[in-house]
């Protein structure tokens, strides 16, 4: 089997039993939870004002909540069996068509924001570690820790009130346009970028030292030619790892972001679930979020064995 | 310049490009004649029973009687009602030529079908319905006893009349297809609903031709929206953004006092709370003014009595208001035996003046409101503690017995009679939003029966004082305040008219200026 077949294949099974381990620890602990989860879907369906314990009592019965817990989980795997995730106890629509609809709001201002992290963070982080020490490395480290500091949603205040309130460049809040995901994205990549832009800097730093960039040296290349020929894809392999992690973080949800700018990801779904107790769903995600972080752990390897030979030989052999 | 060199410099501009667009587009955007309506509340699901209130709010569907802003009942799908010699049998009759958003007639068969699915869920479960049929041109429905108030249960939005194309074979709402002033043309997720003038509709045309609902949950997130001048309508404004909205003079703020309160309600089984002299304490040792200025922002909204002067049937001016009085509440308790203890806590017969009041966290004043309230009880000697959590903490904690006190916020207008609410409120041993193991129950119950069954105005009348008057002086439930509706309007529309009864919206009356 060649190495990227083997990495996909252990990738894989690994994706299967961490997805199906953290569905079946949202669905324990969902239940070890106090309260009454139909008072609370109750609550959900029909508002504040107007729950009743006749209520509870109706979708209890209706969607089988009286039953064991066993019968419930059983159910449910039974279900998973056929690729059938269930319906959501809160908008009866099924779980799929929830994920797939609130993903695709996550997974475009998602990448969006990460990709801009990475066009404010690269640069940057390269010219600090090319210069470590130096007046760049000090204020892209001062400036990096100051915006990591801070929370997201006082970054994305602080956009919000200069160019939705105050210049009124852009709106404020919602999702149907372009000009709705450039707050969140910034916000968003703000974040991110004040992270990688470290781990950038550390990894040029690091490459530079190396005896093999001191050797392209006195074999007569230039610092920036011996950079690109030869340090380039070195530093590259953490950053790829780093990269691939993070873009999963910002998928699972970005729960700040979206309650903020009114966007209706996955994270604002999995918070408005684990409240109203929509176990389908909140399981739903648990899967899915599984399944996205052993995609991307699987993409930062084939990255990896793609930028270092040694590790593709290594794997071969 | 390589040609893939140029390429990327080529993407990168097109990138910039757009970004640089995007602001104008969204200017361009709000230059639209579409009018934009922003409420706290997702459209979750096509069960009228969830989320009725918003089909019935935006003038998407209707029911079969409606209610005015000033409290009249007019017709919504039908257009007028009669009732038989037996006090049982309503006839209502629909509005001639009328049809539903598929083009389909408004037929009595379709009325009575979609009223007969209304019928089974709870919401009208105080009605004694017995039937419900066509009769020829009129809906004709049937309770088992005499029941005057029927009209204003049939405002009620779990009620709203959806042609028979809205449901499946299983009976469940697949798609609306109502027949309101607006109809449904695209729904985005559970925020976004786009909506259409429906030119068949048969009552007066909209004068605007396309509006948009948006869920914004968030309350600061409306305020920003209306600041930046983003929307039209935003509902439910928070009191802490009011001075904040006006000020970026995109939006004004208009408010009316509605018949909605926030109120405690005891346990009144509870040795601390089974005196009606120690509830009348606790009343007269709120502060109401004091946090009707403060924390809501708005004087007027301090409760005199149960319910506010909008309701003129309901609201007595007679009975003499609520006092602050803390050495009169303190006297009380002294007289009821309450006596004070050495850490200030009065105490009787080895019981401690001390409870745990259950709050809602979903709405923000009031876990600030109850912090107040625990400093004011705290001046007679008496210490709660204060639990705040999702909505489900009262039902649960009535269902298994260990409620001591409450504070929450309720409509009594649910439908536009508010018998509606005091019966589950105030006769049951048991009220999710109401009293608890409340002796004066068994006082109230007889009235309610009569006032439902009774058609004689005048003997409703008396009814209705009497009825208020029990409530206001045994004080089983207290009121601490009564609800502002707040709504930022845009200084392009005009004839926007706020429904304190918050049934509709009124957008069909609404106009661009």
């Known amino acids: 089997m060649n190495p990227i077949a083997r990495a996909i294949a252990a990738r894989a099974t690994q994706a299967l039993l961490t997805a199906w381990v953290l569905a079946t620890l949202c669905f324990a602990f969902v239940h070890a939870l106090p309260g009454d989860t139909a008072l609370r879907i109750a609550a959900a369906r029909v508002g504040e004002d107007r729950v009743t314990a006749e209520t509870a009592d109706r979708i209890r019965r209706e969607e089988g909540l009286d039953r064991p817990l066993v019968a419930q989980y059983g159910d449910w795997i039974a279900r998973l069996a056929v690729a059938d995730l269930g319906r959501s106890l809160v908008s009866r629509r099924t779980v799929t068509d929830e994920l797939a609809y609130h993903g695709r709001f996550t997974l475009g201002l998602g990448a969006l924001g990460w990709l801009l992290s990475y066009a404010i963070a690269l640069p940057i982080g390269v010219l600090a570690g090319f210069r470590p020490g130096g007046w760049a490395d000090r204020l892209t480290t001062a400036v990096s820790v100051g915006i990591a500091s801070l929370p997201s949603f006082l970054v994305g205040i602080g956009l919000i009130s200069i160019f939705a309130l105050t210049l009124r460049w852009l709106p404020p809040a919602g999702f149907r346009t372009g000009a709705h995901m450039v707050l969140p994205a910034i916000t968003l990549a703000l974040g991110l970028a004040a992270y990688s832009v470290r781990i950038i800097r550390n990894s040029v730093v690091e490459v530079r030292a190396a005896f093999y960039m001191t050797f392209a040296r006195i074999k007569g290349l230039g610092a920036r030619q011996a950079f690109r020929s030869h340090g380039l894809r070195n530093a590259a392999i953490p950053v790829a790892t780093f990269a691939a992690l993070q873009f999963a973080y910002v998928v699972d949800g970005f729960v700040v972001i979206e309650t903020l700018f009114n966007y209706p990801g996955l994270g604002e779904l999995l918070v408005k679930a684990l409240l109203a107790r929509d176990v389908p769903i909140i399981m739903g995600a648990g899967l899915m979020i599984g399944l996205l972080y052993a995609a991307a752990n699987l993409i930062a390897d084939l990255v990896c064995l793609t930028l270092d030979p040694r590790r593709a030989a290594r794997a071969a052999a | ?513």
């Open chain 2, 1 to 513: 310049m390589t040609p893939s060199r140029r390429a990327r410099r080529q993407l990168i501009a097109s990138i910039m490009g757009a970004l640089l667009l995007l602001p104008a587009a969204a200017v361009a955007q709000q230059g639209e004649a579409l009018l934009r309506v922003v409420a706290p509340w997702e459209y979750s699901s096509n069960d009228p029973t969830d989320t009725g209130y918003i089909l019935a709010r935006m003038g998407i569907a209707e029911t079969l009687v409606q209610v005015e802003p000033d409290g009249r009942l007019i017709g919504g799908v039908a257009s007028g009602w009669t009732i038989d010699a037996d006090k049982l049998t309503w006839r209502f009759t629909l509005r001639p030529g009328a049809t539903f958003h598929d083009g389909s007639p408004i037929t009595a068969a379709a009325v009575a079908a979609s009223l007969k699915t209304a019928f089974e869920g709870e919401s009208l479960s105080a009605v004694p319905f017995d039937r419900v049929a066509a009769e020829g041109e009129q809906v004709v429905i049937r309770t088992k006893t005499p029941f005057s108030v029927l009209p204003p249960f049939l405002t009620d939005y779990a009620s709203v009349i959806l042609a028979p194309s809205s449901f499946g074979s299983d009976g469940k709402v697949q798609k609306i297809v109502a027949s309101g002033p607006y109809r449904i043309t695209a729904i985005e997720g559970k925020a976004v609903i786009d909506l259409e003038r429906f030119e068949g509709y048969a009552r007066a045309k909209p004068a605007i031709a396309k509006a948009r609902y948006t869920a914004v949950g968030n309350g600061d997130t409306r305020a920003n929206i209306a600041v930046a001048g983003d929307a039209d309508l935003v509902f439910t404004v928070a009191p802490t953004a009011i001075q904040r909205i006006d000020g970026a003079g995109q939006l004004k703020v208009e408010s009316i006092t509605i018949p909605r309160i926030r109120p405690i309600a005891f346990n009144s089984g509870l040795p601390q709370f089974e005196d009606v002299r120690v509830r009348r304490a606790i009343s007269m040792a709120i502060d109401r003014a004091g946090i009707a200025s403060a924390i809501l922002r708005h004087p007027g909204s301090a409760a005199t009595q149960l319910l506010p002067p909008l309701m003129k049937d309901w609201h007595d001016p007679s009975l003499p208001p609520i006092p602050h009085d803390v050495e009169g509440a303190k006297r009380l308790l002294t007289e009821a035996g309450w006596l004070p203890g050495a850490d200030g806590i009065r105490a009787k017969g080895g019981t401690r003046l001390a409870a745990k009041m259950l709050t809602l966290s979903g709405r923000a004043e009031l876990p600030v409101m109850a912090t107040a309230i625990q400093a004011q009880l705290r001046q007679i000697g008496m210490e709660i503690a204060i639990e705040a959590g999702q909505s489900a903490i009262i039902p649960a904690a009535i269902r298994d017995g260990t409620m001591q006190m409450t504070m929450f916020a309720r409509t009594y207008v649910n439908v536009p009679e508010v018998i509606a609410t005091i019966v589950p409120d105030y006769t049951r041993e048991r009220s999710t939003w109401g009293t608890m193991n409340w002796p004066g129950r068994e006082r109230v119950k007889p009235l309610t029966d009569e006032y439902v069954s009774s058609f004689e105005e005048t003997r409703k009348a008396t009814l209705r004082r009497e009825i208020m008057k029990i409530i206001h002086d045994e004080a089983p439930v207290i009121p601490v305040s009564w609800f502002e509706h707040t709504v930022a309007v845009s200084k392009r529309v005009d004839n926007v008219v706020i429904d304190p009864y918050e049934m509709r919206y009124l957008i069909d009356r609404v106009r661009f200026r």
